[in-house]
């Protein structure tokens, strides 16, 4: 097949809300759900082949099988990227990832958590949370301690259609009525280093991590801004947003007759508004899409025409 769908994990959180299924049609859990895992193929949540002779195999399953014929050349030993959804009803912690060798001296992890965000939607007048003020580390020690949160914490407004790329070592959050579309290394490490005095359920506050998260921490705050590259074609419009060691993501405006070209590696797909079809030329195939599906393209699919109008990021490493 050309066009493999999977299905996703959801994830119970302090600051999530309900919109991954009034906005999204997701069948979520009761409670407040601020996650949904679209593509995984980390321990902490797998996505599941649903289509395709590989229906039934976890992500990982896929990789460690058939990584030649599905994925391409790789010598990495674990997939390495997850696409999120996230809804962020209340404010996520201020918190901070390392980088690859980071994340291998602090944890035995192989991956380090550079991200970025695709803004879905944003309520008038939120905010992200994107690197501090402080010049050194004593700086940054002193004034954390002090709590002086608001002067040190640099914030950001944004809406719908903004992107923002965080590479590891930058102090960062999600504010309050924000919908991001996350794609990230493999990764589930988090240094919290502020969380708002909030309680959970039981009363109690959530651990922070300051010493790692000093460790980890870009001082002074630096984090590059990617320019985006933006071509208009006959049928839709295609924005390559970022393109780093870890990962490039694009986003495509497309209509009847869009073409997604051939790649030699896989490409993964996350449609986030309207439906349609992918049409597949090399096997003749078609397939339905529609906002809030996620798929694996496999290596050597040939080209996807599309039918109807819709949006997609896509993101390859």
Request: glycine share 8%; proline share 4%.
């Amino acid at each position: 097949m050309s066009l493999y769908k999977l299905a996703p994990v959801f994830k119970e959180r302090i600051w999530g809300g309900r919109k991954l299924e009034s906005e999204y049609g997701y069948k979520i859990p009761e409670g407040p759900i601020g996650e949904c895992w679209g593509i995984s193929a980390h321990a902490h949540g797998e996505s599941t082949v649903q289509t395709g002779p590989y229906k039934g195999m976890t992500l990982s399953q896929l990789w460690e099988q058939q990584k030649a014929e599905v994925f391409g050349e790789y010598e990495l030993n674990e997939f390495p990227l997850l696409v999120k959804v996230l809804d962020a009803a209340a404010d996520l912690s201020v918190q901070v990832h390392p980088n690859d060798q980071q994340a291998m001296k602090l944890e035995g992890e192989p991956y380090g958590k550079t991200e970025c965000w695709y803004v879905l939607h944003a309520e008038p007048g939120a905010e992200l949370i994107i690197g501090h003020t402080a010049q050194t580390k004593n700086e940054f020690v002193q004034r954390v301690e002090a709590g002086e949160w608001s002067s040190l914490l640099q914030k950001k407004p944004v809406q719908k259609g903004d992107f923002v790329f965080v590479e590891s070592g930058t102090i960062h959050a999600i504010g309050a009525g924000i919908m991001i579309l996350e794609i990230q290394q493999s990764s589930d490490t988090t240094y919290r280093v502020y969380d708002f005095d909030r309680r959970d359920a039981e009363g109690n506050k959530r651990e922070l991590h300051i010493d790692k998260a000093i460790e980890v921490s870009k001082i002074p705050h630096s984090n590059p801004t990617p320019e985006r590259e933006i071509t208009k074609l006959e049928k839709g419009t295609l924005t390559r947003l970022v393109s780093t060691k870890e990962f490039t993501v694009w986003h495509h405006e497309a209509e009847t007759g869009y073409e997604l070209p051939d790649a030699s590696r896989f490409q993964l797909l996350s449609v986030i508004e309207g439906e349609g079809t992918l049409h597949a030329e090399k096997t003749g195939e078609t397939t339905a899409v529609a906002k809030g599906d996620h798929f694996l393209i496999p290596k050597d699919s040939g080209r996807l025409i599309a039918e109807g109008s819709m949006e997609w990021v896509t993101s390859e490493a």
